[in-house]
């Protein structure tokens, strides 16, 4: 928070004002979606600006980047096509041999991806437990891993995974450890200052905040070979935002946190709900203080515990399957961080490969009315 006097104004207001923007020449309060792929030099051959071609940087883009790199307290941000193209490009940097750690239960999507490195690059891949900090330590071969992949909370059971501790493990070994927040925005949790190397978002979900983006983004806590490796991967792969998809994410970070503070505030008064009911197993939400991690969450975590939520359901798939169909409000679609709450039944999503259990229904809870959602879980549960 500011103290009110010439120090420069906390980040909340930053980020309202999208970092005090007003354009230079028109007084204009809204950025400019700036389209060119090409830019144009003097009599003398010299860059006009700082700018070359549109896939190694634009103006919107390089807006949108500086106010993530305020937002994470980091030294460079790098914007890409989406989260898997910055979790790809950031893989591609690896050389065979190199290793990576990751959590067993993750966003599925990248860990794809790694088995398939592993299968083609040979890039080894140890995979540890989110919810036995010792597991993380084992899985990390000293000498060989390269990067720790930790994502907390770990989507679909949001174990949280201490990030200064594993940033511990992770130097000792010398390795990079990198986290995907993306379902714990920087209102909440600030890797970067907890230790980590680089912190990763898909900027799809909360960043974005109004499911209308593809996004992903990288920023790191300071220079090193690893980050230029990924910016080369990045222009070489052409994995690189355009000027709209820049603008449409500077105009949704301006609420991130309202949004965020609402979304956490829905989701504890669900998750307290529903904890002791009775057609449920367990209500998985790192707020409730009955969550395995509670204590880390609350040490890591601040303005709430984030939007994602996901419940067992007391009962078989297809009667799962039946809870999510019955749904009127949520919405029955994939994805995660927009304003409006969607509802998931994950191992339908991730295929026969998926180690979720399929009692479980994800919750991405949004900005409505919390007494709106809590009616609907409950009317989609009773008739079970
Ligand atoms: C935790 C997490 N990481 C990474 C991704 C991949 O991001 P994107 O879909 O923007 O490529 C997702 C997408 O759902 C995600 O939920």
């Avoid at 980590?196 to 220079?223: C, I, P």
Wanted: glycine share 8%; charged share 20%.
């Amino acid at each position: 928070m500011s103290d009110g006097s010439n120090s420069k104004p906390s980040i909340r207001t930053r980020i309202v004002q999208a970092g005090h923007f007003i354009d230079a020449e028109t007084g204009a309060t809204v950025p400019s979606i700036q389209p060119s792929t090409t830019f144009a030099r003097d009599e003398d051959y010299k860059l006009i600006g700082q700018y070359i071609y549109s896939r190694n940087s634009s103006p919107t883009v390089a807006l949108a980047e500086n106010l993530l790199c305020e937002l994470e307290e980091g030294f460079e941000t790098r914007l890409f096509a989406s989260g898997m193209g910055a979790a790809t490009a950031l893989i591609e940097t690896l050389e065979t041999g190199q290793r990576v750690t990751a959590p067993s239960i993750m966003y599925h999507g990248v860990k794809s991806w790694l088995l398939r490195q592993q299968k083609m690059r040979g890039i080894g891949l140890d995979l540890f437990n989110a919810a036995d900090p010792q597991s993380l330590v084992k899985a990390i071969v000293p000498g060989k891993t390269a990067i720790v992949w930790v994502e907390t909370p770990v989507n679909p059971t949001w174990d949280v995974i201490d990030i200064k501790a594993a940033a511990d493990a992770t130097h000792a070994a010398g390795a990079i450890l990198v986290v995907d927040s993306t379902c714990a925005p920087p209102v909440i949790t600030k890797p970067l200052t907890l230790g980590a190397d680089m912190v990763f978002h898909s900027a799809t979900k909360y960043l974005n905040g109004h499911s209308d983006v593809t996004a992903g983004v990288l920023t790191a806590r300071e220079a090193s070979a690893r980050w230029d490796m990924l910016k080369q991967a990045q222009i070489g792969l052409g994995a690189t935002l355009g000027s709209f998809e820049a603008f449409l994410l500077i105009r949704g970070m301006r609420t991130l946190f309202l949004r965020v503070e609402q979304a956490s505030r829905n989701a504890l008064a669900i998750a307290r709900h529903f904890e002791k009911h009775p057609k449920l197993d367990a209500v998985l939400y790192p707020g409730l203080e009955s969550h395995p991690q509670h204590k880390i969450a609350k040490d890591q975590m601040s303005c709430g515990f984030g939007g994602m939520l996901s419940i067992l359901v007391k009962g078989d798939e297809a009667q799962t399957r039946g809870v999510a169909a019955r749904l009127k409000v949520f919405t029955p679609a994939t994805s995660l961080g927009g304003v409006e709450s969607l509802a998931e039944h994950r191992k339908s999503v991730e295929g026969p490969d998926s180690i979720v259990p399929g009692n479980l229904i994800r919750f991405s809870i949004g900005i409505e009315d919390a007494a709106d959602l809590i009616s609907d879980l409950e009317q989609a549960l009773q008739s079970m």
